[in-house]
């Protein structure tokens, strides 16, 4: 018996013949149904661009405004979960209280869609400096280095406030905060690759645009996309 890693009770995993007999390396479940099932996927119709659930039509409002402002070279956003009272919870004790294990739910939540899609890059959202010092660790790069090879291109600038403590409208004013690490090692021939951003949650797209544009700036000929593990 296991202890969930959210409600503290004991849980047995329920592990399919499927997953015993697999070669696949299996991996160990972190929380119980009950908490798996608090979590709210992202069903029925969605932004064609960024995930989003709609009521109607196909691209959200947050997505016509990306259009016009990069005049049609929008952003593809794969998510699968839905920002709720739930995760925000969940972020509070991760990123707020410093709850390094909480990484682990997160992993769990997006573990079986990342591995099914592969890209020749994956690249981290950095955290600032400064949280990182805080914390003791970067918060992106925590959840998926134990899942994917990643490649951490990307710097963030000393003084970038995070996302999080800003409203809508200071979230779309906020100027890039991005930096190419240009010591990582990319070798001429692989610079068309295929990219995924990677990040937590997905609000207004500012930061995984920003990310992109500073990828675009060095390496033109990638084909980027971008992941949330919410939206």
Not at 20 to 25: A, M
Not at 98 to 120: F, H, P, S, T, W
Not at 176 to 190: A, C, G, M, P, W
Request: charged content about 30%.
């Amino acid at each position: 018996m296991k202890k969930c890693l959210l409600c503290e009770q004991g849980f047995t995993p329920v592990i399919s013949f499927a997953k015993i007999f697999s070669l696949k390396k299996y991996r160990e479940l972190k929380i119980c149904r009950h908490c798996q099932n608090r979590f709210q996927r992202l069903t029925g119709k969605q932004c064609a661009i960024c995930s989003r659930m709609l009521d109607k039509g196909i691209i959200c409002n947050d997505c016509e405004r990306w259009k016009r402002i990069y005049q049609g070279d929008v952003l593809r956003n794969h998510a699968l979960y839905r920002y709720d009272s739930t995760f925000h919870d969940l972020m509070v004790s991760y990123k707020r209280r410093g709850d390094y294990a909480m990484r682990e739910i997160l992993q769990e939540l997006c573990y079986e869609y990342l591995v099914k899609n592969k890209y020749d890059y994956y690249v981290p959202v950095p955290t600032s400096p400064e949280h990182q010092q805080r914390r003791q660790f970067d918060t992106i790069s925590a959840i998926y280095g134990d899942i994917l090879p990643l490649t951490t291109v990307l710097i963030k600038k000393e003084g970038s406030h995070a996302q999080g403590e800003k409203n809508k409208e200071e979230r779309l004013k906020t100027p890039q905060s991005f930096l190419v690490d240009k010591t990582i090692n990319i070798r001429e021939n692989e610079q068309t690759g295929k990219v995924l951003i990677l990040d937590d949650i997905y609000t207004t797209g500012r930061t995984l645009y920003y990310a992109r544009d500073c990828l675009k700036e060095v390496f033109p000929g990638m084909q980027i996309e971008s992941f949330s593990i919410c939206r």
